[in-house]
């Protein structure tokens, strides 16, 4: 593997990672599509439904952050990467790679959490492995988490200039909660980190497309919609949901905020019609849930300010340290 491969690697996901797989030649899909999108799909049965898988890998420093630990966004982030494409969550792989010498206690903790996460969403883990390396060899845990689901009806409809986009709650508490544990801050903020059945299941019908901003924030996915469906997007500064500490936080680690991964929020597109409806079903699970912008025909990425309009362009790089 060559040094540029390794590069792209590290810490790719989504459209970086298509890309990878292209670089090393496995060009055969099959009948498989939207393998760009959050999960790939397969149309079964007569009635055109949607077969959806997904699989992350989750690497995380500190494995116990304020609010959760990394058990709780790998179940997190698997099923909302399902949920994100219109599916209904089946049933979750869980592959476990612990370093030798790893607590015991830590371990129990772990599990506790996604045994928990699994019980109330009533998603079950349906199958498993675990290996152990040697002491040094690994960075204390990895967690690869797989997930299938059905859709029958995915959420990937083009969107139009007008529509609006809506934000479900404040964004970068999950970045900045983590990143307050690494670097020995106080804050009171815990991680949003959360699976959203209960918040796409209330207005999916009326949605168009739907993103969870993880690696990249929202910066990455109104960029990767942009480019996907041929739109511009114009997002207002003043209208974008976020608690002061992540803004106070941000400006002293001199990180972008719109960079910054959340781990239980979207950002979906709904028509002009729907969007005030959607708005308000989503504030009854969170009050900062909002319409922040609109799909336009620039083809870019704006960001309306109190000094003018500036281009939201896509991260690249590392752009921050890991935390998901």
Same mark, same amino acid.
């Given at each position: 593997?060559?040094?540029?491969?390794?590069?792209? +690697?590290?810490?790719?996901?989504?459209?970086?990672?298509? @890309?990878?797989?292209?670089?090393?030649?496995?060009?055969?899909?099959?009948?498989?599509?939207? $393998?760009?999108?959050?999960?790939? %799909?397969?149309? #079964?049965?007569?009635?055109? @439904?949607?077969?959806?898988?997904? !699989?992350? !890998?989750?690497?995380?420093?500190? #494995?116990?952050?304020?609010?959760?630990?990394?058990?709780?966004? +790998?179940?997190?982030?698997?099923?909302?990467?399902?949920?994100?494409?219109?599916?209904?969550?089946?049933? =979750?792989? =869980?592959?476990?790679?612990?370093?030798?010498? $790893?607590?015991?206690?830590?371990?129990? @903790?772990?599990?506790? %959490?996604?045994? +928990?996460?699994?019980?109330?969403?009533?998603?079950?883990?349906? !199958?498993?492995? !675990?290996?152990?390396? @040697?002491?040094?060899? =690994?960075?204390? #845990?990895?967690?690869?988490?797989?997930?299938?689901?059905?859709?029958?009806?995915? =959420?990937?409809?083009?969107?139009?200039?007008g529509d609006k986009i809506i934000i479900s709650g404040g964004i970068g508490e999950h970045a900045i909660a983590l990143l307050s544990k690494r670097f020995n801050y106080e804050t009171t903020l815990i991680t949003d980190s959360k699976p959203l059945v209960e918040e796409i299941n209330s207005v999916k019908c009326m949605i168009k497309v739907a993103k969870d901003p993880t690696r990249g924030g929202i910066a990455a996915i109104l960029n990767d919609i942009s480019e996907k469906h041929n739109v511009g997007i114009l997002i207002e500064e003043e209208k974008i949901p976020m608690k002061e500490e992540v803004k106070n936080v941000s400006e002293m680690l001199g990180i972008d905020p719109y960079e910054l991964a959340c781990e239980g929020r979207f950002v979906c597109i709904a028509s002009k019609e729907n969007a005030g409806i959607v708005e308000k079903k989503l504030k009854q699970f969170n009050k900062d849930a909002g319409i922040v912008g609109e799909i336009t025909d620039d083809n870019k990425v704006i960001l309306q300010t109190i000094l003018g309009k500036r281009i939201l362009s896509m991260p690249s790089g590392r752009i921050v340290p890991r935390i998901c």
């Open positions: 593997m060559d040094k540029d491969i390794i590069k792209l +690697a590290h810490g790719s996901g989504g459209k970086e990672m298509n @890309e990878l797989i292209k670089k090393l030649g496995f060009s055969y899909r099959g009948r498989w599509q939207n $393998f760009d999108d959050d999960s790939a %799909t397969f149309e #079964i049965g007569k009635k055109h @439904e949607q077969l959806v898988f997904t !699989t992350d !890998t989750f690497t995380v420093t500190p #494995i116990f952050f304020p609010g959760g630990n990394i058990g709780h966004i +790998a179940f997190s982030g698997t099923v909302n990467d399902l949920l994100m494409m219109g599916a209904k969550p089946l049933g =979750l792989s =869980l592959g476990i790679v612990i370093e030798e010498g $790893f607590p015991k206690e830590e371990l129990q @903790e772990i599990i506790g %959490t996604i045994k +928990a996460i699994s019980e109330k969403t009533k998603i079950p883990i349906v !199958t498993g492995d !675990t290996k152990v390396m @040697e002491k040094g060899k =690994l960075d204390k #845990i990895i967690i690869n988490t797989s997930g299938i689901g059905i859709a029958k009806r995915l =959420l990937a409809e083009k969107p139009i200039p």
